[in-house]
């Protein structure tokens, strides 16, 4: 049996849900569905759903949780202080493994820089080799007028 009302009809599974939602007491509900959930009430379906949700309400009343013992309270925060260490040393870590490679990324992008952008040398310049010394061409093909000097 649906009561309508201005905002609408409240029927049975409608009054369930929100009881089941909100509990028995009618003043903890929804404000926009207070005044159909009131008609509603007043049939014997609707004091039946109210008062199972009254019932549960009271149960959920009467529960209690104990206090923590001091022992558990103790191991718990010192787990979480082992935690927040491992989580600050592993952020450390990765911190380094970031700034060792930008470190290596700006190396590779400065080696290639210098490789593309540097310009070719003129011919007329003299480019040491691994035979070239300080004192001259060291190799087999160097001239006879060096090794005289």
Known sequence: ???????????????????DAYG???HRWPRDEQPAALLFAETEEGRAILAAAGRLDAMLDRH??????PALYGT?????????RQVRRR???W???????????????????VTVVSPELPSDRYVMDANATSFGDAG????QAEEDL
Not at 64 to 69: A, H, L, T
Not at 140 to 143: E, L, N, Y
């Open 1 to 19: 049996m649906a009561e309508k009302t201005r905002e609408g009809p409240m029927d049975a599974k409608r009054f369930a849900a929100v009881a």
């Open 24 to 26: 028995g007491a009618l």
């Open 64 to 69: 209690r949780v104990e206090q923590p013992s």
């Open 76 to 84: 718990i925060v010192a787990r979480a202080t082992g935690e927040v």
């Open 91 to 93: 952020r450390l870590w």
């Open 95 to 113: 911190l380094g493994f970031g700034l060792a490679g930008i470190g290596l990324a700006g190396a590779v992008a400065g080696l290639a820089l």
């Open 140 to 143: 087999p093909d160097a001239d």
